[in-house]
């Protein structure tokens, strides 16, 4: 089951074959192939497991001891939720954007891409800032009262996931 050169991207996108392996890999058309996402098993399990902690934290936790944040010295699992997000955030934004640098510097050898070379860093960066700046708004209404600015918090979590999101999306694109 090979598809001609000469039919269009658009037929192979709306009947498309069975597998990769059934394209010509020498074809022109090859870079339209839907390319196989793979997850990381252990991170999506972690990510899980850390939401359910926190859907535990936040409702009681059945009055467990461990489940409440501690006062003002030690260490309990309600307060680990947060900088295991942190953790798993900044993992994920290095793997998507490293993998999205890798693939557009390849493309970018090609005359008919659209991305010109650098064009896509900018891009890149503007998508995370744009990501971080709505994070930090989010954050900053829901915490907040809309009426009543003047004892405004600045400082809650998804501010601190913008702010986050924007240094590491950064580091990793530049």
């Known amino acids: ?79 680990l939720v947060f900088p295991w997000f942190i953790w798993i955030m900044g993992t994920s934004i290095g793997l998507s954007l490293d993998s999205t640098v890798k693939r557009n510097k390849e493309d970018s050898r090609y005359p008919e891409n659209h991305k010109r070379l650098g064009y896509w860093r900018a891009d890149l960066c503007y998508k995370v800032i744009r990501r971080s700046v709505m994070l930090f708004l989010l954050g900053f209404l829901f915490v907040n009262n809309a009426y009543d600015l003047s004892h405004a918090r600045i400082s809650g979590v998804l501010q601190r996931f913008g702010v986050s999101y924007l240094v590491v999306g950064l580091t990793v694109i530049l």
């Open 1 to 79: 089951y090979f598809y001609p050169t000469y039919i269009s991207p658009l037929f192979r996108r709306l009947f498309p074959l069975r597998s990769n392996t059934d394209y010509n890999s020498t074809s022109p058309y090859s870079s339209l192939l839907p390319q196989k996402k793979t997850r990381i098993g252990s991170l999506d399990t972690f990510r899980g497991f850390a939401l359910c902690i926190m859907i535990f934290v936040n409702y009681g936790g059945g009055d467990y001891w461990f489940f409440n944040h501690s006062h003002w010295n030690g260490l309990t699992v309600a307060d």
